[in-house]
């Protein structure tokens, strides 16, 4: 019997490609496949014996999983001891129980093997191999997040703080990677013991960076993130046992060098916002040296995303009760003011300096050194910050004459407390500073607000009430009601503040503002690279720039200098007010959000216009004055 395949026949016009087999050949090449599959299955089989060897099975298998059982477990522990509960937090608590019964069910199979000696004896025996060199270069793989989040940071931390923070991550990770099974090689080989610690160690310095990629608020994805772990686990195994330890150093090195580029290298032509010195801003130029006509007390209250009612009613909560609270109480109110920032630091500063420039770092203004603090410093004001926490003062000092919080907790302590949670939380400020608790810090600033009126003082007061909503990239199901809940709670404190103020100081000058909005519509934080600008509306625009204003102007004369259109102008009007000079409106700044705008995806507003977006070329505020 002759079987026909493709072979080449040749013809006139044409060719045939076939294979002529006679029956032997077939029996031979069934013959062979039945040896391959008999060699494949020898093969596992063999693999097989090694696991269920009982010391390749104690030290590989049994040992490890009790290694990060345990490493969970502590990790757990420690975090809801000292750290909010979030997204690390949960993630070694849910991989902690699934290891557990993992490990419970190796220890039975560990002591079937041990009672039936199939797997051979117990026996203690350590690796006599040494960690060479080569070795310690597996620290630079959890280093390279650790790393990138000190060059994104340098803002806030100085040269010191960066090295603590990267000794702090080398410690941290030579705990899982060398000092565990160090303890343990004399015993056993701890080749596997050490992959584990490098995968779990990388995996919880790098939560904080996946955390921002995948949007996760408190939990994250337990699929992603046990993709992630076994990736690194696979990877560095594979190549540890293929004999290719210098490759995976070559790997390790390359994404730290390549990754560190990345952060260090300046993205796309956006040149940097020019600084100039601040003895040209034009209000300081403006006011001179010259004597103010009155002299009463100033306080500025920015209350965290707090926005007009026009914006209000649009997330379906009605504010107007407070509004009407504020007008009873001699307050008048601008509800068509948006500042030309978009976060609390960018706001403020040009809100005290009258400027679009910063004249220095940030939070140079807010830290106390800005151009209204130095104005009203030079005709014999004293300066009050009063805070929830640091967060004004954080990486520069404070400049205050007196200030709330008096301590600093160092920067590099708040983010390392940041890549520990696994996120950078928007409440990892939480208003806790000395142990003070919420209470406590509204009785230091009440009694603050009654000191300060007995003296020609300047208050600049600042709390994260009702404040915005997380920042993960996505809003949680209930963000506008627990936004709701907040501004109940930030409308009783600002009463309170008002009350304090007023019955201590009557004739004082009170600005109530907010100092950029909730940020509650779309993905719940900046737009950019997520939503096209055709998809911003009138309210995503309200609802990152909005800022709620309201004065208490002390005499009646003050309607010829409130002259507000954003935020900004604020005091080049107190200060025409407290001079009686109309000239010194004159150093308003432009009304114009600045372009790029990324938390609008590029949309912007010039004097209360839209540019851009689906109500480009329409105010941004409809209701009435």
Known sequence: MVFLFP??????????????????????????AKLFEEIKFLKMASTLKKILEINFFFAN????????????????????????KGVNYFFVSRLGKYALLILVSLIIVFFVLLLSKKGGQLTLKGSKQKFYPGVFLL???????????????????????????????MFFSSIYIFIVPTLLRTVIPVQTLMIVGLAFVSTIVSMASLSDNFAWFEKGSLKVQLMFFGGIFLVVWFLYNLNQRGLLYILIVVNLVTNSAIQIIPQGDVPAEASPSMEENELLSLVGERTPAITPNVYLLIYDAYVPNETMQAYGINNSTQEKYLVGQGFTLYPHTYSVGATTTATLSKVLNAS?????????????????????????????????????????????????????????????????????????????????SRNRFVEVKQSAFKTAAQNRTFVFMYTNLPG???NSGACLSNETDLYKTRLASANAEM???????????PTALIIVAGDHGPYLTKNCVGTSGVYDISEISRLDIQDRYGSFL??????EDFAKYDNITVLQDVFPSVFAYLYKDTTILQSKI???IPTPANAISGASVNDGIIHGGSDDGKPLFLSGE
């Open 139 to 169: 620290l630079l793989l959890p280093l390279t997040p650790g790393l990138q989040y000190v060059l994104n940071n340098q803002e806030i931390l100085s040269l010191t703080d960066s090295l603590y923070v990267l000794i702090f991550f």
């Open 61 to 84: 298998i049994l040992v490890p999983v009790m290694a990060l059982v345990l490493y969970c477990g502590s990790f757990a522990y420690f975090s809801s001891r000292f750290l909010l």
């Open 356 to 436: 679009h420039n910063y004249y220095g770092e940030q939070r140079t203004a807010v830290a106390g050194d800005g151009v209204t603090q130095k104005i009203l410093k030079s005709i014999g004001y004293k300066t009050y910050g009063v805070f929830a926490s640091d967060y004004m003062f954080r990486g520069i000092g404070e400049k205050y004459d007196f200030s709330i919080p008096n301590s600093v907790v160092p920067s590099y302590v708040r983010l390392l407390k940041a890549v520990l949670i696994g996120e950078f939380r928007f409440d990892i400020d939480d208003i806790k500073f000395k142990g003070l």
């Open 550 to 555: 309201a004065v208490r102007w002390p005499t």
């Open 590 to 592: 432009k009304p114009v």
């Open 495 to 505: 009463q309170q503040d008002i009350e304090t103020i007023t019955g201590n100081d």
């Open 468 to 470: 915005h909503s997380q």
């Open 7 to 32: 072979a080449t026949l040749n013809y006139e016009h044409s060719s045939i490609t076939c294979f002529c087999l006679t029956e032997p050949d077939i029996l031979e090449t069934r013959s062979n």
